[in-house]
């Protein structure tokens, strides 16, 4: 029932195509692509200390390294200080940015199960996170670092808070969201103890070939990356939304 309303609705709203995606394997029978994406997520605790040690030694001392170097951690009420370091972050990867609109909508949406935790070095913000809760999951959905974030141990410690924080208001599933096999982020990910599980992609074609092909990794891309992360960041802001917009 819930396949074919999501098909009604892709329909109405004229979409190239609907895609699915399961933990595990697949479960429609649709056009499907594996090995891709894999998910990171485990349980937490009710005691702060009981998470902190079941971070393997060298994650365990980067989050210490964090906090011996007089890291904050603050929420934030509005977006401003979380989109500037967030599209410094996706900029340097070579990645367009979403409008700051998009991530303001979304905590208006969403209320009180999104939130934003900055971390700040002496007042300067260098590192953010937008997250949401849904029952007793914390998903930190978008983050990103400034170069001083990895000088100092910042996205450690900041998702380290957020975890922290979480077992406090009692969430008990840490979900650490997808990540493409052989990057930086899936070996980050792996590197606190988690263990990938796969995701399968299913898709659904309303009348387009080669479906779900957009991949930052296939090597024809890589011009168009690697031009992206010198443009100046007011540049990327300003013309960012719109290719987000193009590619879905």
């Known amino acids: 029932m819930l396949e074919s309303e999501?098909?009604?609705?892709?329909?109405?709203?004229?979409?190239?195509?609907?895609e699915f995606r399961s933990r595990g394997n697949s479960r429609l029978?649709?056009?499907?692509?594996?090995?891709?994406?894999?998910?990171?997520r485990r349980p937490i605790v009710g005691d702060a200390e009981a998470n902190l040690k079941a971070i393997p030694r060298k994650q365990r001392a980067m989050i210490r390294k964090g906090i011996a170097k007089g890291l904050k951690a603050e929420f934030d009420e509005d977006v401003r200080r979380f989109y500037h370091v967030y599209a410094q972050s996706v900029r340097n990867l070579g990645t367009p940015v979403f409008s700051r609109r998009y991530f303001s909508l979304l905590k208006e949406e969403f209320g009180c199960n999104c939130?934003?935790?900055?971390?700040?070095?002496?007042?300067?913000?260098?590192a953010s996170?937008?997250?949401?809760?849904f029952r007793d999951e914390v998903l930190p959905y978008y983050g990103g670092g400034t170069a001083q974030a990895r000088v100092l141990a910042g996205?450690?410690?900041m998702y380290?808070?957020?975890m922290r924080r979480a077992c406090e208001r009692g969430y008990r599933v840490f979900?650490?969201?997808r990540s493409k096999l052989g990057t930086g982020a899936y070996d980050f990910k792996h590197n606190w103890g988690f263990e990938p599980l796969p995701i399968a992609y299913e898709y659904f074609s309303l009348g387009v070939r080669n479906v779900g092909c957009v991949n930052p990794l296939n090597p024809k891309y890589q011009a168009a990356i690697s031009l992206w992360q010198r443009l100046p960041l007011p540049v990327t802001k300003l013309v960012g939304p719109a290719i987000v917009r193009s590619i879905g």
């Open 6 to 18: 999501a098909v009604r609705l892709a329909r109405e709203l004229r979409a190239d195509y609907l």
């Open 29 to 40: 029978g649709w056009e499907t692509r594996e090995g891709v994406y894999v998910n990171f």
């Open 115 to 126: 939130d934003i935790i900055t971390i700040l070095d002496d007042a300067q913000p260098i």
């Open 129 to 133: 996170v937008l997250n949401f809760y």
């Open 155 to 157: 996205n450690d410690f």
């Open 160 to 162: 380290w808070e957020v």
């Open 175 to 177: 979900d650490f969201g």
